[in-house]
């Protein structure tokens, strides 16, 4: 019989790889074979069931025996490792763009023969497009567990995912939201009202524990300790046993009914637009005080203040040169080289991933946005 595939959906930072991790090993514990996909850029979705230990992703793995001329021996035993977990076995996927081909690689060396029981993937829920859409465009599959809080991030997030799980599911899809899983639960009761709004039940809820941060923050398991030990276990088996029934219709929230959830409200009335005086820096409105010593160029304020703003970097040097074009160097000790500001918005969004990810650099080149690099 082939294995059940679930699916874990939720905002960057909101848990679910650790969610995941501790669902699996419960499920392990229970003499059931899993196989764990971390399919999050983050890269440390399976670290937990490891005790620490990063594996490499299959997508790095893939270039290594590639670029060694070596690409017909790749195996499952290369991607693909085993926990101690009595007995489950833990993969690393891959993410963003890779995660297509990571599945058809799988897929080519025979994952729905293998014998599993569950295999559970834990996604990005900041976007639901391309790659990280695929249990759902391809109905891979059969149910998604969405991971979210009380705040409005990650609701806004879950509220996407289940957008999308509507849109597919009106274009024949199979896959099904199962439910919400509520984690750091203060009791205030948002996550509860959206979930109700939507039509989502609540499968189970994690409450905030300064014990289940320090256990995350170490890749331990937080199922040892009884406070969780039987919520896991009564989640995992209600999936096995499908006391769990999938959600067949959804109603994703319009952003001024989801507003309305936090007591929100957005006006529809525009702003003043800027003059031409404001966007070539003739007027001083809006001008943005910087400390140190700056050399200003009228191109790159934008560059700057979105610096400034997104990533709370401290500009100390902007300089413009023939060869590497804009290049702006931080108090923090890194140096990115713009080039032209050309697809500014993807250059800094690159910049950003970085430091949401907590990948540490000091030097970013993204005058090709299609190949950025950094070191």
């Not at 391309?130 to 991030?153: C, K, M, N, Y």
């Not at 923050?217 to 499908?242: G, H, S, Y």
């Not at 100390?316 to 074009?325: L, M, N, Q």
């Amino acid at each position: 019989m082939a294995a059940r595939m679930l699916a874990v959906y939720g905002k960057g930072g909101m848990g679910k790889s650790f969610f995941t991790a501790n669902l699996v090993a419960t499920m392990a514990r229970a003499n059931n074979r899993v196989l764990q996909l971390g399919c999050d850029p983050k890269h440390d979705s399976c670290n937990t069931v490891f005790d620490g230990i990063a594996l490499p992703t299959l997508g790095d793995t893939w270039r290594a025996f590639k670029d060694s001329g070596r690409e017909e021996e790749l195996s499952v035993s290369n991607i693909v490792y085993r926990s101690q977990l009595v007995g489950p076995d833990g993969g690393r996927g891959c993410g963003g763009r890779g995660i297509t081909f990571g599945f058809d690689l799988l897929e080519k060396l025979g994952m729905s023969k293998w014998a599993l029981d569950y295999i559970v993937m834990d996604f990005l829920g900041d976007v639901v497009c391309g790659g990280f859409a695929t249990p759902f465009a391809r109905s891979l599959a059969e149910e998604v567990i969405l991971i979210a809080g009380h705040d409005r991030q990650s609701l806004y997030a879950a509220n996407n995912i289940c957008r999308a799980a509507d849109y597919f599911m009106g274009m024949g899809g199979r896959t099904r939201i199962l439910g919400l899983v509520v984690n750091r639960d203060d009791g205030s009761g948002i996550a509860e009202k959206f979930a109700a709004a939507v039509g989502l039940p609540v499968l189970m809820k994690i409450p905030y524990s300064t014990v289940a941060r320090e256990k995350s923050d170490a890749c331990k398991l937080i199922i040892d300790e009884p406070e969780f030990k039987d919520a896991f276990a009564q989640l995992a088996v209600n999936i096995a046993t499908r006391r769990s029934i999938p959600v067949e219709h959804l109603n994703p929230l319009g952003y001024d009914e989801f507003l309305s959830l936090f007591g929100a409200y957005e006006s529809h009335e525009l702003p003043p637009g800027a003059s031409e005086d404001d966007l070539f820096g003739l007027s001083d409105t809006g001008m943005i005080p910087l400390t140190g010593e700056v050399e200003v160029i009228d191109r790159s304020r934008s560059i700057i203040d979105r610096l400034l703003t997104d990533m709370g970097a401290d500009v100390i040097h902007v300089e413009d040169d023939k060869i590497d074009g804009l290049t702006v160097t931080t108090k923090q000790g890194w140096k990115a080289v713009f080039g032209d500001t050309k697809e500014l918005d993807a250059k800094l969004s690159f910049l950003a991933a970085l430091s949401h990810f907590g990948e540490v650099f000091t030097y970013v080149d993204v005058r090709e946005t299609a190949a950025p690099t950094y070191r």
